[in-house]
């Protein structure tokens, strides 16, 4: 016996916005951020963003480490 299920749509799974997060990066960090990501596969630039400002939030580290800590995982060479 073959099923069919509906396709989903918008109203069938509502999702929760995420909070916003904000981070006043000098011109130098941001910088830093952006040459980490670039060498990130797009689909892996969410994470890495995500990680980072949890780092920068909990632990107040100085944006390169904090770089250095999110991006564990994420590059391959």
Do not use: N, Y
Request: aromatic share 2%.
């Amino acid at each position: 016996m073959i099923r069919f299920s509906k396709p989903r749509t918008s109203t069938d799974t509502p999702r929760r916005p995420r909070p916003q997060i904000k981070l006043a990066l000098s011109d130098d960090e941001l910088q830093i951020v952006l040459d980490a990501a670039k060498d990130l596969d797009v689909q892996k630039r969410s994470l890495f963003l995500e990680r980072l400002s949890a780092q920068l939030m909990i632990r107040s580290r100085d944006v390169a480490a904090a770089v250095k800590v999110a991006l564990t995982g994420l590059q391959h060479h």
